[in-house]
Nanobody, 124 residues
Framework: QVQLVESGGGLVQAGGSLRLSCVAS????????MGWFRQAPGKEREFVSA????????WYAASVKGRFTISRDNAKDTVYLQMNSLKPEDTAVYYC?????????????????WGRGTQVTVSS
């Protein structure tokens, strides 16, 4: 069982930045492709970004490309999501997730483990 714990959320004004972190238990992060998803009130959970084990390949949703950057530090068992130029529509609970798959990473059902999420609120 892998436990994931997100942190770094908060309240920020539009145009501001936040960096989310996701720490994995048991020194297993290097074995998984990691993803970030978000869910706004009344909406379905949506893909934000993903990064493969080595960190050599990354993917982004069109809505965040150019503003968000995913990265990982396997030595620290941590994956990050740097969020810049935040918009009110980025307001959501952000979740990190882990999978052994390397395809269809935009689909939440390929992920095996999930964190509990961290709230990001962007005010206008």
């Amino acid at each position: 069982q892998v436990q994931l714990v997100e942190s770094g959320g908060g309240l920020v004004q539009a145009g501001g930045s936040l960096r989310l972190s996701c720490v994995a238990s048991r020194r297993v992060l290097s074995s998984y492709t990691m993803g970030w998803f978000r869910q706004a009130p009344g909406k379905e959970r949506e893909f934000v970004s993903a990064i493969i084990r080595s960190g050599g390949s990354t993917w982004y949703a069109a809505s965040v490309k150019g503003r968000f950057t995913i990265s990982r530090d396997n030595a620290k068992d941590t994956v990050y999501l740097q969020m810049n130029s935040l918009k009110p529509e980025d307001t959501a609970v952000y979740y990190c997730a882990a999978t052994t798959e390397n395809s269809y990473l935009f689909r939440s059902n390929v992920y095996d483990y999930w964190g509990r999420g961290t709230q990001v609120t962007v005010s206008s």
